[in-house]
T-cell receptor, first 117, second 115 residues
Framework: GAGVSQTPSNKVTEKGKYVELRCDPI?????LYWYRQSLGQGPEFLIY????????DSGLPNDRFFAVRPEGSVSTLKIQRTERGDSAVYLC???????????????FGPGTRLTVL | AQTVTQSQPEMSVQEAETVTLSCTYD???????LFWYKQPPSRQMILVIR??????QNATENRFSVNFQKAAKSFSLKISDSQLGDTAMYFC????????????FGKGTKLSVIP
């Protein structure tokens, strides 16, 4: 597709369950970012990939959160033992390159709204 | 760590009028980038305008322009000839010029354009 896509659009789960959120970046974009947007807040950084490797995971709140990007394209954000406080919109963004040169605009997907009951 | 502050939770403007959204930030860096993103109810974050800190000239994109005051660490967005389609949340964001390229966002301003 032309833009960043995320699936599912909405996910409702029960406390304690495991969830996976998927992000398909724009083709050819080497950098991929995950953000979390809680109600009434701006997005907060979670993790950033350059190719297949996580270059910066300093925003992951705890070890229940994990993300992978095994082939340098699609990424999956995984949350174990979900808690009600994990309820938020999870946004994915990609950019052509991650450097400070011209190709660094981040293009966002529509997000996945996660609700933990 | 960088912080971004948007002090106006909500604003409204009459159609065709001009409105200014405020943003201040805190950083110890000399080289960085600033952005304004628009988020309509569809949740899709759309880049409105960007400013490189090393450029003194204020960025302009059609009806959108910024007033970048580096010494004051201020980065306001001016929307001219407001249109109904401008109704959305607007987020100011900072990105470091080196190291991790994450965006740091403010809490946003909800803008309503009134017909």
């Amino acid at each position: 597709g032309a833009g960043v896509s995320q699936t599912p659009s909405n996910k409702v789960t029960e406390k304690g369950k495991y969830v996976e959120l998927r992000c398909d970046p724009i083709s050819g974009h080497t950098a991929l970012y995950w953000y979390r947007q809680s109600l009434g807040q701006g997005p907060e950084f979670l993790i950033y990939f350059q190719g297949t490797g996580a270059a910066d995971d300093s925003g992951l709140p705890n070890d229940r959160f994990f993300a992978v990007r095994p082939e340098g394209s699609v990424s999956t954000l995984k949350i174990q033992r979900t808690e009600r406080g994990d309820s938020a919109v999870y946004l994915c963004a990609s950019s052509l390159v991650a450097g400070s040169s011209g190709g660094n605009e981040q293009f966002f997907g529509p997000g996945t709204r996660l609700t933990v009951l | 760590a960088q912080t971004v502050t948007q002090s106006q939770p909500e604003m409204s403007v009459q159609e065709a009028e001009t409105v200014t959204l405020s943003c201040t930030y805190d950083t110890s860096e000399n080289n960085y980038y600033l952005f304004w993103y628009k988020q309509p109810p569809s949740r899709q974050m759309i880049l409105v305008i960007r400013q490189e800190a090393y450029k003194q000239q204020n960025a302009t994109e059609n009806r959108f322009s910024v007033n970048f005051q580096k010494a004051a660490k201020s980065f306001s967005l001016k929307i001219s000839d407001s249109q109904l389609g401008d109704t959305a949340m607007y987020f100011c964001a900072h990105r470091s010029g080196a190291g991790s390229y994450q965006l740091t966002f403010g809490k946003g301003t909800k803008l309503s354009v009134i017909p």
